[in-house]
């Protein structure tokens, strides 16, 4: 599987940003795309992820409510994209946001980034004050 990510850039503080990631190649039924970030000198941390087969999502406490991911495929089903469409911003989410996926990845272990075989490259969001 390979993921592209697209997206970020600068925003002020209260606004919107939006971040895809489009993933190729072979899937199997418990498909799970995420997003994660990493801010300078901090830990990757988990943001939000959807399982692919019926659409669940998970987010990270200090996101849920602002911050919103989908999915949708391509009309030959070729490809997969996820988006997560950011608002409310603070300065506290920027980072670098990178999108993984998996292919058999089980519930428990939607947020630990460990559990993640596929990655992207990463997309830098600013949120100024």
């Known amino acids: 599987v390979q993921l592209q990510a697209s997206g970020g850039g600068l925003v002020q503080g209260g606004g919107s940003v939006r971040v895809s990631c489009e993933a190729s190649?072979?899937?199997?039924?418990?498909?799970?795309m995420g997003w994660f970030r990493q801010a300078q000198g901090k830990e990757r941390e988990f943001v939000a992820a959807?399982?692919?087969?019926?659409?669940?999502?998970?987010?990270?406490?200090s996101v849920k409510g602002r911050f919103t991911i989908s999915r949708e495929h391509s009309r030959d089903y070729a490809k997969k994209s996820v988006y997560l469409q950011m608002n409310s911003l603070k300065p506290e989410d920027t980072a670098v946001y990178y999108c993984?996926?998996?292919?058999?990845?089980?519930?428990?272990?939607?947020?630990?980034?460990?559990?993640?075989?596929?990655w992207g490259q990463g997309t830098q969001v600013t949120v100024s004050s």
């Open positions: 190649g072979r899937t199997e039924s418990r498909f799970v």
């Open positions: 959807i399982r692919w087969s019926g659409g669940s999502t998970s987010y990270a406490d």
């Open positions: 993984a996926a998996d292919n058999r990845l089980i519930t428990s272990s939607i947020s630990d980034y460990r559990q993640y075989d596929y």
